[in-house]
């Protein structure tokens, strides 16, 4: 049985439609568990939309509609994302669907049964956009001495009734999950929050009165919960909790939130305390990655320049989009996009490099060979040295990957790609044919296969333009995991069935910038 692997991302919240950061993330998750269903995990994806709070609430009053219909049409946007960026979720999950509702309450009884709710009133500084509290040490000065938030955001004095969460009960035991575990990552991100925590923990307000567009409180009707406490459950809910059988008892503790550096706190004090309180299993992991700045800066309506992925995908390929963010950035790491990087990038390596490997390697062999895969060839030393070079490509790529370090196993991967561009250079095939024609054929069968492997090893990121380039090799669907790569005999097979080459179609476009855009140095 397939060993069990949960990864989400952190719900997106849907008062404003899909930017590029929603993308980064959605297609980096995406990446990790295709890598990981690659590897033979059953692997289960969950991503979704936190709808409640004030935020919510007063948007939809603003546009004159109900918060349940802002929710409704907003969380749409970001299903019509997922779909425009191949992103293949298991589980969407909505905050305001009825599921979820039981599941936090029962999340609430647990932690009150174990005693850490309390009734009291709530005086303290309060960010509508972060849906956080902050402490008058935490808030910086504004423009004319305006208080903001750490993240640069308005706060305003409130004054509520509000039931607290015993935070401070768990400041020992978060000091010692992090010391004791990779709970945390990056290192920075794990620095960060060790420092917060060690400075001292204060009880937490965990619900509202001044609105009620939430779930409510078990037992204080007129109580909705904060939005950290309902949003955070749902990667219980999608298991089905509160029933602790089926996906629940199989998937639980999740293996990794992915989630960004600005929401690391709320992932990494809040949550694993609520679950301490509630008696349940940690998630084993939270990885905060990084900003995607547009030219080096952070997107906001104010400069105009934030980019809708969809568009994005639309004007690039899906593919060269996915590619493009994971090769560029280091994950963990802020980084930077620009039309002309995409298309910089993507044309070196993917339709010059790895593309026109694969499209001349296959058309040589359907105007040489007459479509024909060939056995049972000696390989020269050079054969061996490419298959070595591609083995420990691919095998740096896998590692890679599994480390979340996604550029690096590009880079790996690359390193294999431009061994078998130098090898074809260095053999000539096109030589061969007319001094060697026998030489020809076992440097063109050679790089059928290591065609195929590169092809494999990099799926996960550009999937759609992979299954087409293996399509066209005859490679079944079902063997385009991991360990088809160990399948010895998959070559004799597929020569035994008189499979073919067909003319190839090459399946990674060489791009251009859009017309209208200035391209920078």
Not at 194 to 208: A, M, T, W
Not at 309 to 320: H, Q
């Amino acid at each position: 049985m397939a060993e069990p692997y949960y990864v989400t991302t952190a719900i997106s919240y849907p008062n404003g439609k899909p930017h590029i950061g929603h993308a980064y993330e959605a297609i980096a998750a995406d990446v990790i568990a295709r890598h990981r269903k690659a590897e033979g995990f059953d692997v289960r994806f969950q991503t979704g939309t936190d709808e409640h709070g004030l935020k919510m609430a007063q948007k939809a009053r603003d546009l004159g509609i109900t918060p349940a219909q802002l929710a409704t049409e907003m969380s749409q946007h970001f299903i019509d994302m997922c779909a425009a960026l191949n992103i293949e979720y298991d589980v969407f999950i909505r905050t305001t669907e009825a599921r979820h509702h039981e599941a936090t309450q029962e999340l609430w009884r647990r932690m009150e049964a174990n005693g850490d709710l309390y009734l009291d009133r709530y005086e303290g500084w309060y960010s509508v956009r972060d849906e956080a509290y902050y402490d008058e040490s935490e808030l910086v000065a504004g423009e004319g001495g305006a208080k903001l938030s750490p993240q640069g955001t308005p706060v305003e004095w409130t004054v509520e009734e509000s039931w607290f969460f015993r935070l401070s009960k768990y400041q020992d035991k978060l000091l010692e999950l992090y010391n004791s575990s990779d709970f945390i990552r990056p290192d920075t991100r794990r620095n960060e929050i060790q420092r917060f925590v060690e400075g001292g923990l204060r009880d937490l307000s965990v619900s509202r009165t001044s609105f009620d567009w939430g779930i409510k409180v078990p037992g204080s009707d007129n109580h909705v919960m904060y939005v950290w406490v309902d949003a955070l459950t749902n990667y219980l809910t999608g298991l089905g909790f509160p029933d602790e059988s089926g996906d629940y008892a199989k998937f639980w503790p999740a293996d990794l939130h992915l989630i960004g550096k600005d929401i690391v706190r709320f992932h990494t004090v809040y949550w694993p305390a609520f679950l301490m309180s509630a008696g349940l299993p940690l998630p084993k992991q939270v990885y905060g990655h990084g900003f995607l700045l547009n030219r080096g800066q952070k997107e906001s309506k104010s400069l105009g320049n934030v980019t809708d992925p969809i568009g994005l995908a639309e004007t690039f390929g899906v593919d060269a989009v996915r590619y493009f963010l994971l090769r560029e950035v280091a994950f963990g790491q802020d980084g930077s996009w620009s039309p002309e990087a995409i298309v910089t990038r993507a044309n070196a390596e993917l339709a010059n490099s790895f593309g026109n490997l694969a499209q001349r390697s296959l058309s040589m062999i359907f105007k040489n060979l007459d479509g024909e895969i060939k056995v049972g060839f000696e390989e020269s030393e050079a054969d061996k040295a490419l298959f070595a070079a591609v083995a420990e490509g691919i095998a740096g790529l896998r590692k890679s990957f599994t480390d979340l370090a996604f550029s690096d196993g590009l880079e790996a991967w690359m390193r294999a790609v431009f061994a078998c561009n130098q090898y074809v250079d260095e053999q000539a095939p096109w030589t061969l044919r007319k001094t060697d024609p026998a030489r020809m054929e076992v440097v063109l069968m050679t790089l059928f296969r290591v065609v195929r492997d590169l092809a494999i090893a990099v799926r996960p990121v550009v999937p759609n333009s992979i299954d087409k380039l293996l399509d066209q090799m005859g490679i079944a669907t079902e063997a385009r995991g991991y360990a088809s790569l160990a399948d010895a005999d998959w070559f004799t097979a597929l020569a035994a069935r008189g499979f073919k080459v067909e003319k190839p179609e090459g399946v990674f476009p060489r791009l251009e910038l859009p017309e209208g855009t200035e391209a920078t140095a």
